[in-house]
DNA sequence: CGCGGCTTTGATGTTCATCAAGTAAAGTGG
DNA sequence: CCACTTTACTTGATGAACATCAAAGCCGCG
């Protein structure tokens, strides 16, 4: 876990328009001088389901997992969030404790701004509240939408489903490495890896896409497309 | 689906410190002016999906569904929304179509905003807007939770876990008149109708809890609690 | 090389959906 | 109010989908 808050650089952060866009020069500096900067690697927890919410997290680069553990035994992927995606925004302004924790699945940058300083903000500047409000209903919309659409599928339209979610949504190319072990494709879409794999082997098998490792390549977007919307 | 609309009555509105907690007088005059309020029955729909948004609503009194139906086929029910949850709220700042219908399960009583008048007023007031924030904030960390509550279970688990969230949650005693048919039960927890049926004789066969019609009555709340738990 | 985590395939079992059929309850029109 | 129709509820029998268990191959890494 790198530090990195050298100096005050939001002015050339690359979210600066999504996160900033509507605070004046002055609330920027004071937010840019607190702000605390943290890189991660694949598997380190950025934050702990249970611990108290202080922070205000952000996606600079990278993937991480929105997890929950049931009673300590197995562990399901509510949601894969990438860069843009404000990750604590949901439970942050209405509970004390994080209900999920938030891992990196890949090399991951966050930004980590107060929460105490975003929440006065937002009271003091009605612009930027309403930023987060928009933003806010953008990320609960998309958790929630994805994880109705999984639910409504049986194993082979959740495959094609997930796979096209890499494709287009994260990738935005046929070809990917994916990110995740075959064990956390299975927790993400609520199904058990020996078949999370079987199905993987069929759909190769049946040409639709090509696997090595982790290398996938979707070969035929149209039959996924139909088995995710039939499934 | 009456009418009701005959003069501002905001002021003596048993919801007014939720929704207008940070309004004042003048704001609130405004919006009370061009407030709508319809009384719905069971089973009219409140909110179509796929229509545009145009509206923020409130429920008032009663209790409502949110529901999809997926390529018009089945339809499942993604949450039971109590009086002051705001409906709309999710979809509403982030989408120009509602994805949910909303429908009444019991006499509903709605108030309809403008959407663009609560918009405005958010960007105008800070306060408005960051009570707005944590409303948001709290009915989408709900609908979340027990989505991946239901999800993570067994049929048993998640029927004793609905029957809890009515006892507790909705009712606040453990004798109740369930809102919903059988075939709404199994929708809103993913599994058919006859499975539903066939639990809930089992549980009563067990003497958990009583059934008569549409009356159920919880008799041992830690049975269902610990099922719910290891289901 | 050899160890441990990840992946893969096969055999078996359980859970739940589907199909079928019948009973109860709730509307509906005369 | 009663015959009639429709919708909701219930139970049983069967089958399909998926989980579990077991075992072996793979692959990166000390």
Chains 1, 2 share one sequence.
């Not at 612009?127 to 953008?138: N, T, V």
């Not at 109705?148 to 489903?161: H, L, S």
């Not at 190319?173 to 609520?190: D, N, S, T, V, W």
């Amino acid at each position: 876990m790198g530090f990195n808050n050298q100096y005050c650089n939001c002015n050339n952060c690359i979210v600066r328009s999504l996160v900033f866009e509507f605070m004046n020069d002055e609330m920027q500096q004071k937010v840019c001088n607190s702000k605390k900067e943290l890189s991660y690697n694949r598997g380190e927890i950025i934050i702990k389901e249970g611990s108290p919410i202080e922070d205000f997290a952000y996606i600079k680069e990278g993937l991480v997992k929105l997890h929950q553990s049931k009673n300590g035994s197995r562990d399901s992927i509510i949601y894969i969030a990438k860069p843009f995606d404000f990750i604590t925004v949901l439970t942050v302004f209405s509970e004390t404790k994080y209900k999920y924790s938030i891992t990196a699945i890949e090399k991951t940058d966050v930004c980590f701004f107060k929460l105490e300083q975003i929440r006065s903000m937002a009271l003091n500047n009605a612009a930027f509240g309403f930023g987060l409000i928009r933003k806010m209903s953008s990320v609960s919309d998309k958790i929630i939408n994805s994880y109705t659409e999984i639910n409504q599928k049986n194993i082979r339209g959740r495959i094609a489903f997930i796979l096209l979610m890499f494709a287009n949504d994260i990738y935005g190319k046929p070809k990917f490495k994916l990110p995740i072990l075959r064990k956390e494709l299975a927790q993400l879409i609520g199904m058990t890896t020996e078949n999370v794999i079987r199905i993987l082997s069929e759909f190769s098998k049946d040409g639709i896409i090509k696997i090595r490792g982790k290398e996938i390549e979707i070969i035929k977007p149209e039959w996924l497309k139909t088995i995710s919307e039939k499934g």
